[in-house]
């Protein structure tokens, strides 16, 4: 378990920042500048914060108060950073090793064969840094970080280089991690799409402070964010299961709460976790179910708040069987259906509307964040 209490002046700006982040990826998202860096960087001995605790596992790092500042070679801290940081007359092999290698033997409990097995990397341990494309590069990176046996992983936007494809291919190895090698992450993001395939908790950071932290279904899904997670981004993210799929339509359907969705067809397993964006702006209201529609999703629904989004658009939150789904409607179609809390509606959502990229695999372990 992570805990940080820290507070730190920089020029004008101020950190100050508290939380408890359990096992599993605790996701920080915010604006650039919002301090973010400047936490993992504190977190991992490269700067030092004016005062406060940063304690892993009862072991701690950093005491103000106690006079304790252990340095970054002591913190047994991984740190996968933007760019890959490489040596480049290292071979792939003697990189993986570097930070092994400064350890004692006793002490080298991740395997290297393991890392490489799970990294697909085997290929590449007799090339050079510069024969390697920007995903295998970052690939390596993290396997480095890895062997050195670290009781944390930091990774601070390790995909913002690469081109769509390459994070494609390293998403599915970052969301392994912590399940493979059961290392907390603590992970800095400014790419909802990421939060959604990796978190397990997000921590909203805005202007050096913690501005909401939970589990990722429960922050997207809250309107009081909205600021923050981007109005792309507006919606509720389901936890869900699949169900089945039928290849003939190219239709899955996904067991949650709320009763079964319909989406595009999802190539996984039936019983895979997952979970499901489903944008504001896609979710229709009706009074009552609707028959003679091409629409396959009609969920019954209660009303749970309704509210001005701006001068033309309204907010609606649905309780869907204790799911939440959110609705943003026109002003006039409020106006022609007065939906009040507690109201029996539908919420009617076309299948072609979620799509593949709404869709992720959901994290299928126990974990946990408090605010500090």
């Known amino acids: 378990m992570l805990e940080i209490d820290v507070r730190r002046r920089q020029g004008a700006f101020t950190l100050e920042m508290g939380f408890t982040a359990g096992s599993g990826v605790s996701a920080l998202f915010g604006r650039s500048g919002s301090g973010k860096t400047s936490l993992v960087n504190m977190v991992a001995g490269l700067a030092r914060p004016d005062r406060g605790r940063i304690v892993i596992d009862g072991r701690v790092l950093f005491d103000a108060a106690a006079g304790v500042d252990l340095p970054p070679e002591a913190r047994r801290v991984g740190y996968v950073f933007q760019e890959h940081r490489l040596f480049p ?10 930070g092994r290698d400064m350890l004692p033997a006793a002490e080298r409990t991740v395997s290297f064969d393991h890392v ?14 510069s024969g390697l494309s920007g995903g295998e590069k970052q690939r390596v990176a993290i396997g480095r970080a890895l062997l050195a046996a670290p009781r944390l992983l930091l990774m601070d936007e390790p995909l913002a280089s690469l081109d769509g494809g390459r994070k494609n291919e390293l998403l599915p190895f970052i969301a392994g991690l912590s399940r493979q090698f059961t290392i907390p992450i603590l992970y800095v993001s400014h790419s909802m799409d990421e939060v959604l395939r990796l978190a397990d908790t997000l921590v909203l950071v805005e202007d050096g402070r913690v501005a909401a932290i939970g589990p990722v279904e429960e922050v997207l ?3 009081r964010h909205v600021g923050l997670t981007g109005q792309g981004d507006v919606g509720a993210v389901l936890a869900a299961t699949l169900l089945d799929s039928d290849p003939r339509f190219g239709i899955s359907r996904l067991g949650f709460a709320g009763g079964v969705l319909k989406v595009n067809l999802i190539d996984r397993p039936s019983g895979t976790p997952v979970r499901v964006r489903i944008h504001a702006h896609d979710i229709a209201i009706g009074r009552n179910p609707v028959g003679g529609l091409s629409v396959r999703n009609q969920l019954a629904a209660t009303v749970r708040s309704v509210s001005a989004f701006d001068d033309t658009q309204v907010d609606v939150m649905l309780d869907c069987g204790g799911a939440t789904l959110w609705s943003r409607i026109t002003g006039e179609a409020q106006a022609e259906l007065a939906l009040a809390p507690g109201q029996q509606v539908t919420a009617l959502i076309k299948t072609l509307t979620i799509a593949r990229g709404d869709v992720a695999d959901r994290p299928n372990r126990s974990s946990g964040a408090l605010p500090g």
């Open 89 to 98: 007359h290292l071979s792939v092999r003697q990189n993986l090793c570097f």
């Open 221 to 223: 899904s809250s309107p």
């Open 116 to 129: 490489v097995a799970v990294l697909g990397i085997e290929p590449l341990l007799a090339r050079r840094p």
